[in-house]
């Protein structure tokens, strides 16, 4: 086995130790276990999709021994592939004309991951659908049983509403953790010298023309009720970190000039956004307004677009 691969195993080992800790319990476990993919990431954007290929299994392997089958399947599923697909993607570059280098688009890696989400949500749809009553029903089923921990009491009624959104505020979740942990291993990487794919600017990321369309078609069929209201409502939420990312670039693009941009920037991150909780909202709204803008100039044969690096 040469370096490389150690290298990866090892990153599997510290991935698959990540996750364990989470069962010790405790507020420190939990930041520890939300760091799980972040190992996986390292080795991914490292040492290539091979390395994410390694750490991943690795990392299953242990999960499965110290849990079970079950836990490895969840973690390789949930972390390990999505690592591998966007590490690989992520990779890919093409020589220009000039003699530069173009780099696999920020826009296009959200897109794939939101793709990983829903790809995921129609899985558990079909399954939940051929192995028990539905999805809805299981996430009804979920309420009830963290109402139980819960000062107060779900009745039926919260339960049906909040049951249409809740893949929705999961699917979030979980895309908002493979972002975070991406983008932690990519800084560490350039801070050590270790990166595979220069710095990205997000000032300059868009996203493709069709997930406007996609958006509106998924906020039309989340006006619906029943299953399909809960389909609807879950992609268009799925969609909505893209839109953030973007919002996130808007804001970038605007302080890039300022002298305080750093301090500015710390204090967004660090105070505004995880505290205020309609931020996220303006920034998601920053994101589709930036879009639409790049959809029009498009649409008009305009040359004021920016490329996206």
Known sequence: MNRNSLLAAAAGLLGGGLLLATLYGGPGALILGYLAPLPLFLAG??????GAIIAGVVAAVLA???VGPVAAALYFVSFGLPAILLCRQALLSRQLPDGGTEWYPLGLLAVWLAGLAAAAFTLALLGFGLTGEGLLAAMRQLLADAGRYLPMEIDAAAADQLSQYLPGVMAISWQVQVV???ALAQGLLLRFGRNLRPEADIARMSLPPLMLLAFAAAMALALTDGTLGMVGKTLAAIALVPYFLV???FIHRQVRSWQARGVVLVVFYGLILPL???VPLLVIGLGLFEHAGQWRRRRGGGGGGRKEE
């Open 180 to 182: 975070i942990n991406g």
């Open 247 to 249: 919002g996130l670039g």
């Open 276 to 278: 205020f909780w309609p």
């Open 64 to 66: 499965g021994f110290a």
């Open 45 to 50: 954007l490292s040492l290539g999709a091979t």
